[in-house]
């Protein structure tokens, strides 16, 4: 029987058993479809994507860079300019209002695309079975018929049939709208239920939030519930951020100072110096053009992608973009301790057993190393005890991790704690088929952070248990001198840094198939092992950088406290006496609060504690970025300032709740990410630094013109000319600018502190007031020497971009020396910009078209030459100041 369903009608493969389900996918449930096999579905049924959330169209996206008020005054300017028969300006800037919604639209076509790719990087992935092996696939390769393991945090990638199930909850919110996880089981169930009661189907987008489970797959793609009804996936890029909204409202506000700027000036001109309508009028639009920083917002979008970029290759993924600026004021970064700031590679290195420890030779995944007894020789042929194998057993039964050899080399799949276990079975002399074939595994209950143990059930009612020592020994029967002694031990070994986890097994009556927490108690406790997981070499320097940049770095950790605290010396953490997750649940919001300031390292630690920590710190003010890996860590990681998730070991459920994501899982990674947040924040800064006083200095001069009676130095036409030449040029060039020397060497930006700080005024207030006197000095001695109206004018639009261009090189640092920096720091971009920009004014200059469209003339080398030399004294004189800032010692501004 073939399942026939009309294309619309709800599949009914919640009613079917297990075995009609596998019939009807033809797939043997033992080894999980051929690759060839799974090639041809594939080709057959299309990839298993879903359609992406649509953007909106693209006219209307090009139409809204209209809806601006800086625009809707330039337009107010171009009618006004067309009401005055000047067709030329009218159409100038109309045109500029045009290139520069293409500007902004094609910049934002492009930070769009820079986004989308870099969150396709975050592709999820699915276990699957195929030709008898157990492997990891992009989950779009999924097709009808493949069984898929799920486990807590996955999210389910295709619409499944569940074949096995382990107090396995899911959350469907995405789908039914119910926030509360579903149970889930494997058996069939009545036709007629509803979709959210199939407890026996797990539905693509959903999320795995406990247990385990595994399904054969039913549908791809739009073929799932979720295709179906036609939610669609993956956010729309929003470019929008708290940055850009700031930005925008400053825009509102210049334009509101313009009008009213204009509108006295009018007054002014018309009463004060009886002047014409026809000149107030061009003055006034004039004054509004030249104010108007149009490329500013496409440059900070342009600015904040391209930062985006360049964290994606050095390995750090930003799925939110207001996550670009609020790294570079960070404060605290919580990391976990597990593979971010250790290696993850653990070697088992000492077996405790009641009467003597036993140290481990070897390092590594290859199971060579001999075992000798702590405190003395182990004679030549001296057999190992009973009660290591035993431990040895216990450590390769309980166990979920495979060993794999690959050209040579050992290689793990699974969880490195187990894999460390496995090897040390192995150097004890066990071989991993012959015990699992002895004692064939029936149930089990899955490692969890929060349990911190794992259990297994064996066949002739072997029970096995690993875990936490405190929870192991808890569930074993012992004295209390006994307790005490092992207390003693594990401090001791934990204090070298060592993971310490007990191992303990019993013997139950009767066969039993189900394994449940409360089958674990009066056990046997058969001795502990300590294992070693170095720090990350590049983690203790990217600490060190961040203590340097003012940052303080905590380590939350599900481990000992006594492993904690010799790990956080090792990494060079500064209050590294710990805080237990049993102490910060005796303490009240406040005194956490008052302990978060003094301390750095947390120890057995959950997920609950994580969200507690956060809020601590939050209410001390601080800016607080904090990993997590796990599915119960996504609350955590939605409150923190920055949710930062592990890519690699990682949770669906923790990527989807995080605004970054680390493809490499490494401490160092975050350092970078926030070294390259302050890059993005100082070069928008530079960018407003750069744009404004080309502005302010273009509606200086106008205003100075007016008030004094003269003739205009630049027409509404040119100004437009410059803006545009010096946004799209030299601006862009700020994108791509290096860090500043030291970026890593002060304390974060204090949070909220205004995008424009005093100093960053001044410096746009004197550069300002320096455009205005070279513009006025150029005009005026143009047209002292007898040139005409034109040609001084032609003087004074070169003037000012080149003026410009002398600054640029000014503002490539705030207040370091501009030429303090070669070769390798350089900004090849900001040379090409400044060569085009040297270009269009040759061409703006002599060429015959631009002649007639902006009434521009040739100029002598007498003109080139003083304007050459303004731009070097301009140039100079911003150094000049510079140097009075560095003497003040002030390095940022
Ligand atoms: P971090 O939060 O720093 O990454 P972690 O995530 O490694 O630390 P957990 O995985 O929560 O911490 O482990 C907590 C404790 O649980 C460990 O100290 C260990 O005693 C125990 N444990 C870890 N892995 C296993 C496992 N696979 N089986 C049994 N017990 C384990």
Redesign the pocket.
């Known amino acids: 029987m073939r399942h026939h369903d009309p294309p619309h009608a709800p599949p009914t493969w919640h009613t079917l058993s297990k075995q009609q389900v596998l019939q009807q996918l033809t797939v043997d449930p033992t080894q999980g479809l051929t690759e060839a096999e799974a090639a041809s579905r594939l080709h057959q049924q299309g990839a298993n994507t879903l359609p992406r959330a649509k953007a909106r169209p693209a006219w209307l996206r090009l139409l809204l860079h209209f809806h601006n008020p800086l625009i809707y005054v330039l337009l107010a300017a171009a009618v006004l300019t067309l009401l005055l028969r000047d067709f030329v300006d009218a159409g100038v800037i109309l045109a500029v209002i045009l290139i520069n919604a293409l500007i902004g639209y094609t910049q934002e076509g492009k930070a769009e695309q820079a986004l989308a790719a870099v969150s396709a990087m975050l592709a999820s992935e699915a276990t699957v079975l195929r030709q008898g092996g157990k492997r990891k696939i992009p989950a779009s390769q999924l097709v009808p018929g493949d069984l898929v393991w799920l486990e807590s945090g996955d999210k389910v990638p295709a619409d499944l049939r569940l074949l096995r199930t382990h107090q396995l909850h899911i959350s469907e919110a995405a789908l039914t709208g119910e926030s509360l996880p579903v149970s889930k089981q494997s058996e069939p169930l009545a036709a007629h239920l509803p979709l959210a009661e199939r407890s026996n189907m797990a539905y693509s987008g959903t999320l795995v939030s406990r247990g385990q489970g595994m399904g054969v797959v039913v549908a791809t793609a739009s073929q799932t519930e979720i295709g179906r009804i036609g939610i669609m996936v993956g956010e729309v890029v929003a470019l929008s951020t708290p940055l850009t909204r700031r930005l925008d409202h400053f825009a509102r506000l210049i334009t509101l100072v313009i009008l009213l700027v204009g509108a006295l000036v009018f007054v002014y001109g018309y009463w004060v110096r009886g002047m014409s309508v026809d000149i107030l009028f061009q003055a006034v639009v004039g004054l509004a053009v030249a104010a108007i920083p149009e490329g500013l917002p496409a440059i900070v979008t342009i600015v904040l992608a391209i930062g985006t970029r360049i964290m994606a290759g050095k390995q750090a993924i930003v799925r939110r973009l207001p996550a670009v600026e609020s790294l570079g004021s960070v404060t605290i970064i919580c990391s976990?301790?597990?593979?971010?700031?250790t290696c993850n590679e653990m070697t088992v290195v000492r077996a405790m057993l009641w009467e003597e420890t036993w140290r481990v030779a070897g390092v590594g995944y290859t199971p060579v190393g001999a075992l000798s007894p702590l405190t003395r020789e182990r004679e030549v042929g001296e057999p190992l005890p009973a009660a290591i194998t035993a431990l040895a057993q216990c450590a390769l039964l309980?166990n979920?991790a495979h060993l794999l050899a690959h050209e040579g080399e050992w290689q793990l799949a699974g969880?490195p704690?187990?894999g460390a276990l496995l090897v040390f079975a192995l150097k004890a002399g066990l071989t991993v088929e012959h015990d699992q074939q002895a004692h064939p595994s029936v149930d089990l209950i899955p490692?969890e952070?929060e349990h911190?143990?794992?259990a297994t059930l064996h066949q002739g009612g072997l029970l096995l248990l690993?875990?936490?020592?405190e929870r192991v020994m808890a569930l074993c029967q012992m004295s209390q001198q006994q307790h005490a002694q092992w207390q003693v031990r594990i401090e001791q070994a934990a204090s070298q840094g060592e993971?310490?986890?007990a191992l303990a097994a019993a013997q139950l009556d009767g066969a039993s198939c189900q394994l449940t927490p409360d089958m674990l108690q009066g056990m046997t406790l058969l001795g502990m092992v300590g294992m070693v997981d170095p720090p990350r070499e590049d983690a203790v320097h990217a600490i060190a950088e961040c203590q340097r940049a003012g940052i303080r770095v905590k380590?939350?950790?599900?481990?000992?406290g006594a492993?904690a605290e010799a790990i956080g010396r090792q990494l060079g953490l500064l209050a590294c006496t710990p805080t237990t997750g049993g102490e910060m649940d005796t303490l009240d919001p406040a005194a956490l609060a008052e302990r978060v300031r003094h301390c750095d390292v947390y120890a057995?630690?959950s997920p609950e504690h994580k969200l507690r920590l956060i809020m601590a710190m939050q209410a001390n003010g601080e800016l607080v970025a904090m990993t997590g890996?796990g599915v119960n860590d996504a609350p955590a990681l939605k409150m923190a300032d920055i949710g930062v998730a592990m890519g690699h070991k990682g949770t669906d459920a923790a990527r989807e709740a995080s605004d970054l994501v680390l493809t490499d899982d490494h401490f160092a990674t975050i350092a970078r990410a926030v070294r390259e947040g302050r890059v993005v924040f100082d070069n928008i800064k530079k960018s407003l630094l750069f744009i404004l006083p080309t502005n302010g200095g273009q509606a200086g001069v106008l205003l100075l013109a007016i008030l004094a009676g003269v003739a205009m130095p630049i027409t509404a036409a040119q100004i437009l000319w410059i803006n545009m030449v010096t946004a799209v040029t030299l601006a862009l060039a700020f994108a791509f600018e290096p860090a500043e020397p030291g970026v890593m060497d002060h304390p974060p930006r204090p949070a909220g502190q205004s995008l424009i700080t005093p100093i960053l005024a001044a410096r746009i207030a004197f550069v300002t007031l320096l455009m205005i006197a070279v513009t006025f000095a150029v005009f005026e001695w143009e047209l002292a020497r007898g040139s005409s109206l034109e040609q001084a004018r032609t003087a004074a639009v070169n003037m000012l971009a080149l003026g410009e261009l002398a600054y640029l090189f000014n503002v490539r640092n705030f207040t370091a020396p501009a030429w303090g920096r070669g070769g390798r720091r350089g900004n090849p971009v900001a040379i090409w910009v400044c060569l085009i920009l040297v270009m269009l004014q040759l061409l703006f200059t002599y060429l015959p078209l631009m002649q007639q469209v902006f009434h521009s003339e040739g100029l002598d080398v007498t003109s080139w030459g003083l304007i050459l030399l303004f731009s070097v004294l301009i140039f100079l004189l911003v150094e000049c100041e510079k140097a009075c800032w560095r003497w003040r010692q002030v390095t940022r501004i």
Not at 336 to 341: H, I, N, R
Not at 555 to 560: E, L, R, S
């Open positions: 976990d301790k597990t593979g971010t700031l309980c979920d969880d704690t187990e490692f952070s911190q143990y794992m690993k875990g936490a020592p993971r310490v986890l380590m939350i950790t599900g481990d000992h492993t057995r630690a890996d």
